[in-house]
């Protein structure tokens, strides 16, 4: 049997759309078993419980790669990741499917392998980089090569996760942005994206204040999340650094590195949103891992 954990993930973190993705603490468990024949899925909902299943098609999408095949396969799915809120769960799912085909075999394909076939599959590299190997990743394509460098990130940055119980499809999230940029936005862009990443890894509060500020992706994407503006005040007044849209939504994320504002927003969160999950977490340096049991 192999087990193999996942980190949920961040993208964009404001001004890095595409570009920026970081690993958060919670984590995907997917435990591959070989049977003797068929498939069988524990764990999921029964909608997902066929060969349509996201870890499925990963895992025999890793088993083409290296030219083998299973009689049968069990798969049972243990996630803190929701599904559909920008936390990386699709970028899980696949990492975690190819990975278990790929143990299954004694690790034919190296990591950079497994991510130019994760990002094929999710179509951009920005959530399967970190999944795959922690921290903060940028990355960028090249002849449809999928490329990454990973920053650190301060370890007294806490991350205040606020997921509502409803998604933001990713269709919807890049129908609403806008076709064109002109010059003066592209610069205001990319001087802020790459002061972030630094910022985020030297745990420069007032830079990342001043970096995460984006004009290409939020303005436009904040109508699908109704309660953006309320959010974004009270992060504000609990003198949290920051707060972006996590992917394309609807979870958001208020950065802090004082655990007494994080608890007092938290607190304050749960009473005016019941309904939604709040999370207190932190970045993570652990990609993802595979054991044999």
């Not at 066929?50 to 049968?72: M, P, W």
């Not at 899980?92 to 299954?104: P, Q, S, V, Y």
């Not at 655990?259 to 304050?268: D, H, P, V």
């Amino acid at each position: 049997m192999i087990k193999v954990k996942v980190p949920a993930t961040s993208a964009n973190l404001g001004v890095g759309y595409d570009c920026l993705g970081l690993a958060l603490n919670e984590f995907a468990s997917v435990e591959f078993e070989e049977i003797e024949q068929g498939l069988e899925i524990i764990g999921c909902e029964k909608a997902y419980c066929n060969e349509d299943n996201l870890i499925y098609r990963a895992f025999l999408k890793g088993l083409e790669a290296i030219h083998k095949s299973v009689s049968g396969i069990r798969i049972t799915v243990d996630t803190k990741i929701p599904y559909a809120r920008g936390l990386g769960s699709s970028a899980a799912c696949i990492i975690a499917g190819l990975m278990g085909a790929n143990a299954f075999f004694h690790n034919p394909l190296n990591k950079y392998e497994i991510f130019k076939l994760a990002t094929q599959m999710e179509g951009h590299p920005d959530n399967v980089a970190p999944a795959l190997f922690g921290g903060l990743c940028v990355s960028f394509m090249e002849d449809d090569t999928p490329n990454m460098i990973r920053f650190g990130v301060k370890r007294d940055l806490l991350f205040v996760t606020m997921i509502p119980n409803y998604e933001v499809s990713t269709q919807k999230a890049r129908e609403v942005l806008p076709t064109t940029m002109t010059y003066k936005e592209a610069i205001y862009q990319m001087g802020r994206c790459t002061a972030l990443a630094k910022a985020i890894e030297l745990g420069n509060a007032l830079i990342i204040r001043k970096a995460c500020k984006d004009f290409m992706q939020e303005p436009y994407r904040k109508v699908l999340i109704p309660q953006y503006d309320e959010i974004k005040a009270l992060c504000n007044n609990h003198d949290m650094i920051t707060t972006y849209i996590s992917g394309s939504g609807s979870t958001m994320i208020s950065l802090t590195q004082d655990e007494g504002n994080a608890q007092a927003l938290i607190k304050e969160l749960k009473r005016n949103y019941p309904t939604w999950d709040i999370r207190l977490l932190q970045a993570t340096y652990d990609g993802a891992k595979y054991e044999v049991k």
